[in-house]
Each structure stands twice: as structure tokens, then as C-alpha cells.
């Protein structure tokens, strides 16, 4: 398969880069950092992006973005364009030639009250980057219309990646998992990643300090790094929306703590609760993905620490 990995310089595109190129034909993309073997572009360069998209591709893989959610907290219209415009772009450029586009989108989507989250339940992003991925996945698939059954589509018919933030997060007019769209566009919800990365280790280096905070009060059910390459092939042949998590449930204070000892590192991982004064973004509390369309579910804690401890990659769901 030949693909195109946008976000290939980052920290869940790195793993996707290093694991799928073994496999498939694989066009990387960088931003601002140049990665030997990766194509410099800017997200918000439409032309250079169709310009890319002209060299034909079977899949798009849409992991690219501004994924710091302090960050898009400061600059919301910069996380509109990166993470949202972008993929407007992507859908009108590659209408009616035959190549999907998978996105990768967020649990912070939904607000954080519920016990857990299934593909239709209702989206209420409490911050801006929740907010421009619910505007990324409405460009994609909001207004496809349905050929099958039990796929969700846009209630809203999303006209494009500039909808109101205030919009109904429902994607969903009915009920329809499995089915399969028009274009066969996927959208995938991912939440928390964890592990190693081979070229931007952001979630490692925050252990490098002598300190390391960790939320008690954000639950979460954490996905694998190196698991997560192998899960999304399992999945790409589909469309419409779908849910990956990790199979365990455990506070971001519990995960933090767990991979500290497990690898002995020097650092202090201190526990603290609630959000930092305004303009620090909003966390939800509890953000439990769940899928009734499929059984994958990442590895325990115990499972990956071990392999973190053997250096090794997890291996395929």
C-alpha cells in the first residue's frame, strides 16, 4: 500500500513512520524540524499539501496537527488551521480519486463525565483542542451520506471546517456502526498514549526532570505506543468512526507512577489535582474510550511495561 503519513515527525507519527514503512510504501511528512528522509510541509500550505497528494496515494493518514493542549489553548485559530482546515483540504483534494483519508481524533471530544465513551455518545469538548477535532472529524465525515448500516454521520451536515465551536456534537443522525461511507473516510478516537517514540519522545521526556507532576483525578485508559501502528492497520479498511483504548483504567498519578518504577527512573513523580488557573485549558475528568464495533483493546500495564523493560516494541493486537 502506498500512503502518506502527514505527521510523521511527531510522537504517535514516528511509531506509525518506523513500523509501517517495513511493510508499505511510506511518504513522511515534518514540520518545522527537519527529519532526514521526511518531506518538509506546512499544514496550512494548501497548495504544497495538493501538490503532495498529486504523486497519488492509496491512504492518507492524517496525524499531523497542534496536539498541545496548552498550546492550542493560547492559539485556537492556529489549532483550527492545523488540525481542522487541514483536513477540509485533504477531503476536497482527493474527492473522486479513489484515496481514503484516516484521521486520528481525540478523546477530548467529550467532556469527561460519563463512565465510559462509545462511538455514539454525544461530543462536548471543554477545550480549544478538543474543539478543533471535533471541527477535524465533521470535515471529514459529517457530510458523507451512508450506504450501509452503523456508521455515524454528521446530524448537523457540516458544511465545512469552520463550524461553530457551539455546533451539536452528536455525529450521528442515527445508528448506523460498520457501514461504509461514500468515500470510505475513517476517523479513529485515540486517547492517552504512552511508551516510546523513535523520533519525538515527547511523552518520556517528562520524566527527565527531578520532578514529575501526574493528575490523581484524570482517569484514563491509556493506548501503547508501539501497539497502536499494528491496531490502526487491523482497522483501515473501514469507515465512518471508531473508538481505541488500552485495557486498563487508571489515573494519570497510577500510570505515571507505574512506568517510573518500572524502568527506574530518577524522578519524584508528585501527585496534584485540578486544572491551573484560566487561561490553562480545561481537562475532563474521566476519559474512558470504548468500541461497539470491534474488540481490540490495548495491552495492560503490565504487559507494556515489560516490554518497555525488554527496549522492545509490543507487537501487533
Known amino acids: 500500500m502506498r500512503i502518506l503519513l502527514l505527521g510523521a515527525s511527531g510522537y504517535v507519527g514516528g511509531a506509525l513512520w518506523s513500523e509501517w514503512s517495513a511493510r508499505h510504501t511510506v511518504v513522511g511528512t515534518c514540520a518545522s524540524r527537519p527529519v532526514p528522509g521526511l518531506v518538509p510541509l506546512d499544514l496550512r500550505d494548501q497548495e504544497a499539501l495538493r501538490r503532495l497528494l498529486d504523486q497519488g496515494f492509496d491512504l492518507v493518514v492524517h496525524a499531523a496537527g497542534l496536539v498541545d493542549l496548552s ?9 483550527r488551521q492545523l488540525n481542522a482546515a487541514s483536513v477540509a483540504t485533504l477531503r476536497d483534494a482527493v474527492r473522486g480519486t479513489g484515496t481514503r483519508i484516516l484521521l486520528l481524533s481525540t478523546d477530548n471530544v467529550f467532556d469527561g463525565t460519563a463512565d ?11 477545550n480549544a483542542y478538543g474543539h478543533s477535532k471535533r471541527a477535524a472529524e465533521d470535515a471529514l465525515i459529517g457530510a458523507d451520506a451512508l450506504v450501509g448500516e452503523d456508521t455515524l454521520v454528521g446530524e448537523d451536515a457540516f458544511a465545512g471546517a469552520d463550524a461553530p465551536a457551539g455546533t ?30 523513535p523520533i519525538a519522545d515527547r511523552f518520556m521526556a517528562r520524566f527527565d526532570g527531578p520532578r514529575t507532576p501526574a493528575r490523581t483525578d484524570l482517569v484514563c485508559a491509556p493506548v501503547y505506543l508501539p501497539w497502536l501502528p499494528g491496531a490502526l492497520e487491523e482497522l483501515w479498511d473501514r469507515s465512518g468512526l471508531l473508538h ?12 505515571m507512577t507505574r512506568i517510573r518504577d518500572a524502568l527506574a527512573l530518577p524522578t519524584e513523580v508528585v501527585p496534584v489535582s485540578g486544572d491551573d488557573p484560566l487561561p490553562a485549558p480545561r481537562r475532563p475528568a474521566r476519559l474512558v474510550l470504548r468500541s461497539v464495533h470491534h474488540g481490540l483493546l490495548g495491552p495492560g500495564l503490565d504487559t507494556a511495561l515489560g516490554d518497555m523493560v525488554r527496549g522492545g516494541p509490543a507487537g501487533r493486537p
Open 244 to 255: 481505541l483504548g488500552g485495557a486498563q483504567v487508571v489515573t494519570r498519578y497510577e500510570l
Open 116 to 126: 465510559t465513551y462509545t462511538e455514539g455518545d454525544e461530543r462536548a469538548p471543554v
Open 71 to 79: 498550546d492550542a489553548e493560547r492559539q485556537p485559530e492556529l489549532a
Open 168 to 197: 451539536d456534537g452528536r455525529l450521528a443522525g442515527g445508528r448506523l456502526a460498520g457501514g461504509r461511507l461514500v468515500d470510505g473516510h475513517l476517523v479513529v478516537r485515540i486517547p492517552l498514549v504512552y511508551g516510546r517514540s
